[in-house]
C-alpha cells in the first residue's frame, strides 16, 4: 500500500515504466523517466546540505520542473512550498521569509522580479535556476545552481519519512490579513489521492488536464490522483479559456477540474462535438456553479458525468454531489468523500438537526496538520471534537471550516455562506484585510475597506472604499493603477469607490465592511 507521496509515481513506474506520466507543451515524460528525475533531483538536495523537513519553495509555471521538484523533495524528505505564479513579488517574500525556505526553484525571469526580496530571505541559501545561463551577480549567500547540473549529483541517501511526517505549505489567504500556509502530511495527501480517485473512478487509461494552478489543492490533486492510478497528466498554461478547449480536444481529456468562473467563460464557447466522446466526466470546485452554466455544460456534454465538489485547504477535499444526484439537486455540495466525515455543529458543539444551519466540521486522515508557525490561528481552527469517546486520552483533532451550511433528512449539504469575511472570487479566497494592507502601503489613502459583494460569474468580486488623505486629491483610476501594480489580477478591486471620511464604525470602533457592502449592493454594481 501506497502511504508516501513520491511512492504514488515510483509506484506506478514499477507497474508501467513506459507509460506517459506528464506532458508539457507537445513533450512527454513516461513514468519511469520521471522516476528517475525525483530521484537525481532528491539525490541532489543532499549534495546541498538540505535538513530533514527543511522548505524548499517552488515559484514557477505549470512544467516538468515543478512537479519533479515537489515531488523530489518529498522524496528527499524536506517540505515543498508551490507558490502562485499570479503572485506579485511582495506577497512571494512574505512566503519565502515566513516559513524560512532554504532552497528556492524558479525562473531566470522570475527571478529577476524577485531581487529585491530575495535581500531579506535571510534563510535562503540555494537557487536553482530552470535554464539560462549563470547569473553575473549571485545574491548574497546563495549559490546558484542550473536546473541541468542536477543530474551530476551522486546518488546519495534520503532522510527516514513516514506517512505522518509533514511534505508540503499550502498558502490561502487568512482572514485576518497575510496569506497562512496550511501544513499537509503524505498522510493527507496520499489519503486525498486515494479518496478522490476512488469517487472519480480514475484508472490508468485516463488524461486530466491540470488547468489549475498547482499551489491550489485541488490544482495539485490532479496530480496525486492520477499518479494513484498510473494516468497521464497534461500541463497547462493557459491564457485563454478557447486554449483549455482546445488541450480538451488535441489531447483526449477524460477529466477536467475548473472553477465556477472558467466554467462560465468555456459555456460562451461552441464545443466540437467529438469532446463528449472522449470527456467522461467534469468536476467543479472553488465555489457553487451557478444554475444556469450548470445547464448549458449538460447540453453541451450529453455523456459527461458532472461532479460538483467542496474542499477546504485545511482538509483537501470535504464533499462531492455524485453526478447522479446533480439534477435532483443543483444546489447541495453533496456528501463526505469517502474516508472522511462531515459533521454540522452548533456554536456549544451538538449535532444540528436535519436543515438547521451550523458549522461545517471535518474529520479524518485528510484534516491538515495546522497552520505554519501560527499557534493562534492554528487554535482557533484546529480544534478536538467534542462529545468523543470519553477514555481517549488523546484527543482527536477535527478542521472547523467557519462556513456555515445544513444538512437535510437525507444527509446532504448545503453550502449558506462564510462566518468570517473572507471574499471567495474566481476561485480564489481572498482576505480584505490582505487587500486593504496593500491599498495603505500605496500612501493614497487615509482609510479604506475592502469586501465581497455578489457577481454573476466571479461568485463574489471585491469592492474597495476609501477616502483620499487629507488636502490630497484622488481618482479612482489613480488608485485603480496602483492596485494592478502591487495586486495579482484576481485581487484587484472590480468597484473602487473614493468618499469622503471617515468611513462608518462599527460598536467595536472597527471600520464597518458589512454596513459598507450592503449600502453598495443597493448601488448599480458592474
Known sequence: MTVLLHDLIFKSATNQP?????????????YETLANAVQQFASAMRAFGLGRGERVGI??????????AAFGTAAYGAVFVPINPLLKPGQVGHILRDCNVRLLVTSPERLMLLRDELTH??????????????????????????????REAPAAPWHRVIDMDMVAILYTSGSTGKPKGVVLSH?????????VASYLENHNEDVLLAALPLS???GFSQLTTAFHVGARVVLLNYLLPKDVLNALVRERVTGLTAVPPLWIQLTQLKWPTTVTEHLRYIANTGGRMPRATLLQLRAALPKTKVFLMYGLTEAFRATYLPPEEVERRPDSIGKAIPNAEILVLREDGTPCGPNEPGELVQRGALVAMGYWNDPERTAERFRPLPGRVGGLVLPEIAVFSGDTVRMDEEGFLYFIGRRDEMIKTS????????????VYSTQLVSECAAFGVPHETLGQSIALVATPRDGVPLSVEQLLTACRERLPSYMVPLHIEIRAGPLPRNPNGKI???ALAAQLQQEEMP
Not at 515559484?59 to 519533479?68: A, N, P, S
Not at 535556476?129 to 546558484?144: R, Y
Not at 476561485?427 to 496593500?438: A, D, F, K, L
Open 18 to 30: 513506459q507509460a506517459c506520466a506528464l506532458r508539457y507543451d507537445g513533450a512527454a515524460l513516461s
Open 59 to 68: 515559484y514557477l509555471e505549470k512544467r516538468f520542473e515543478t512537479v519533479i
Open 121 to 150: 530571505c535571510e534563510d535562503l541559501r540555494h537557487l536553482v535556476l530552470t535554464d539560462g545561463p549563470a547569473l553575473q551577480e549571485e545574491p548574497p549567500k546563495v549559490a546558484v545552481h542550473l536546473w541541468q547540473t542536477l
Open 187 to 195: 498522510r493527507n495527501m496520499v489519503a486525498g489521492a486515494h479518496s
Open 216 to 218: 491550489f489543492d485541488a
Open 427 to 438: 476561485g480564489y479566497r481572498v482576505s480584505p484585510t490582505e487587500v486593504e494592507e496593500v
Open 512 to 514: 464597518d465592511r458589512k
